[in-house]
């Protein structure tokens, strides 16, 4: 808990593919450190950054850590409001029984209100 | 208003450090208080004291220096995003501070809005 004992709505949304750019694995870092402040936490995963939930990820080739077994890990966390833009996920040819963990379904017009209700939003 | 503020990008290559410090400069201008400014993923870049632009070229780490002297503004760099880049205590500009993610998160309790600058 904050030192106030305050607890803001923080929402993070994740638009990149997990791998080409930092931006993924640095926000996933984000989220776990912020989780230790007791905060009220939403995850979103939108644009390519519905590929970061993608089931089955093989990097050896790339040399690349595989951090995809932390997300399975947020629910330890208590992290647990996990969603994925429907708009998103089906312009990519990839539906819920496609992700590593279990996610809701939002539509962008619902995700827009959703995000007038936080307090702090994040976009990596 | 309490601003909290996020720099994601490396100088000269993108215009997000350029874009918060003009931000925070027109704030402070208008009265408001910059709660902290820290910098993430290769915004650490904007902290390292080697920097040497042409001498035509403004000098976006020296700005940020000058800002914090002036107006007392912490500038905090994140520890594990630094030192994935080269960013340690030997290299820092004056004004600047290596610290935890925490302090971003402290700073997003603390202030009434966090501006991201960054893609």
């Not at chain 2, 080269?86 to 993610?101: M, Q, T």
Request: a negative charge.
């Amino acid at each position: 808990m904050s030192e106030s004992g305050q607890v803001k709505r923080f929402m993070y949304v994740n638009r990149k593919a997990p791998h080409g750019t930092v931006y993924a694995l640095e926000s996933l870092e984000v989220v776990l450190i912020a989780a230790a402040f007791d905060q009220d936490v939403t995850l979103v995963f939108m644009d390519d950054g519905v590929y970061q939930l993608k089931k089955g990820q093989q990097t050896k080739a790339l040399e690349v850590k595989n951090f995809q077994p932390a997300y399975r890990a947020l629910e330890d966390y208590d992290i647990t409001k996990l969603y994925v833009e429907k708009e998103s996920l089906e312009s990519r040819g990839l539906g819920v029984e496609d992700m590593c963990v279990p996610v809701e379904l939002i539509g962008r017009r619902e995700l827009g209100r959703m995000m007038e209700e936080q307090d702090v939003l994040l976009s990596f | 208003m309490k601003f909290g503020i996020l720099v994601n990008e490396g100088p000269y290559t993108h215009e997000a450090s350029d874009s918060a410090y003009h931000f925070c400069k027109a704030a402070l201008a208008k009265g408001h208080e910059i709660h902290r400014v820290f910098f993430y993923h290769d915004g650490v870049n904007n902290a390292t004291r080697l920097t040497e632009p042409p001498q035509d070229d403004r000098n976006i780490v020296k700005r940020w220096s000058q800002l914090a002297q002036e107006h007392g503004i912490d500038l905090v760099v994140c520890v594990a995003a630094a030192l994935r880049r080269g960013i340690k205590e030997e290299v820092l500009a004056a004004g600047f501070r290596i610290s935890g993610l925490g302090q971003f998160i402290e700073s997003a309790i603390q202030s009434d809005r966090v501006v991201v600058f960054g893609d």
